[in-house]
């Protein structure tokens, strides 16, 4: 493996434990040396790892460990929040995410997020996916309708809901908002796809229904998934990022090398279920 610039290239072909063959990768987001403080307490401490374009990176750790807010850092979430402070630095695609002249809105529209908890909007199934391209002044310039079908199908949710577009989103199962809120994040073509524990609050079923999906969206985009469920980590990723207490990343490798042989004692005492 070798580091050229921004972007790391890997020169063995290799499979990854989701049987997909690797290409080469190019790094989409990057952290160099990220701190993160809520007010007086560190959240993040020196995180620096390479997140792979068109593959599932899957960052796992205990409850507080910093991984939701890593996902938030990447997409400048974490403005939101008053007493957040960041040093370092969150490249995408080599340049700073936090660089003055990095307008938020637009960084989020190239970098979506589906969060824990299906957040539809009180609206019409077709105007949940419409809304961003409403929003971003893009519905003129598009067939809205194709444009609402196509992300419903790269959701895996057309053939559900094409016959009841107008009916609320809100009338939906949990499993289906959740899809819901994909294509509404999809829609706008954004190049990252961040989840948030997406399956947590679903239903088994429902749940293996967004693992496939997620399957079929690393094919267009790139995803960067925070998950407490260690056994999904292992079937959908091909990276997986762990972090432990104090907002530490102890290794970050590729799936298989993490759940079969992984570099450090704390990594095996985690995934054995010795602590955590």
């Known amino acids: 493996m070798a580091t050229e610039g921004d972007k790391l290239i890997t020169t063995d072909v290799q499979t990854s434990s989701t049987g997909r063959v690797e290409r080469p990768d190019e790094t989409v987001v990057a952290s160099r040396h990220l701190d993160v403080y809520y007010g007086d307490?560190?959240?993040?401490d020196d995180v620096s790892m390479e997140i792979p374009e068109h593959k599932v990176t899957a960052i796992i750790g205990p409850s507080g460990c910093g991984k939701s807010t890593f996902l938030r850092c990447v997409n400048r979430m974490?403005?939101?929040?008053?007493?957040?402070r960041i040093e370092g630095d969150l490249r995408f695609h080599g340049k700073d995410v936090y660089d003055d002249d990095v307008d938020p809105v637009a960084l989020r529209r190239k970098i979506g997020m589906v969060f824990q908890k299906p957040n539809p909007f009180p609206k019409s199934?077709?105007?949940?996916?419409?809304?961003?391209?409403?929003?971003?002044?893009?519905?003129?310039d598009v067939d809205l309708d194709d444009a609402v079908e196509e992300a419903l199908r790269g959701a895996?949710?057309?053939?559900?809901?094409?016959?009841?577009?107008?009916?609320s989103g809100l009338d939906l199962s949990?499993?289906?908002?959740?899809?819901?809120?994909?294509?509404?994040?999809?829609?706008?073509?954004?190049?990252?796809?961040?989840?948030?524990?997406?399956?947590s609050a679903l239903d088994p079923v429902a749940a293996s229904k967004i693992e496939d999906l997620i399957a079929d969206l690393v094919e267009e985009y790139t995803v960067l998934i925070v998950t407490h469920n260690m056994q999904q980590a292992a079937r959908i990723s091909d990276k997986t990022a762990v972090f432990l207490t104090g907002g530490e990343l102890v290794e970050f490798d590729n799936t298989n090398k993490i759940f079969e042989n992984p570099e450090h004692d704390r990594v095996e005492d985690y995934i054995t279920g010795k602590f955590g």
Do not use: F, H
């Not at 307490?41 to 993040?44: G, V």
């Not at 199934?125 to 003129?140: S, W």
């Not at 895996?156 to 809901?161: Q, R």
């Open 41 to 44: 307490e560190q959240a993040l």
């Open 174 to 199: 949990g499993g289906q908002q959740q899809r819901l809120c994909i294509a509404r994040a999809i829609a706008t073509d954004p190049e990252v796809i961040l989840m948030d524990e997406p399956t």
């Open 78 to 84: 974490n403005d939101q929040i008053d007493a957040c």
């Open 125 to 140: 199934i077709y105007d949940n996916v419409a809304y961003g391209l409403r929003v971003q002044g893009k519905a003129d």
């Open 156 to 167: 895996a949710l057309w053939d559900e809901v094409k016959d009841q577009l107008d009916s």
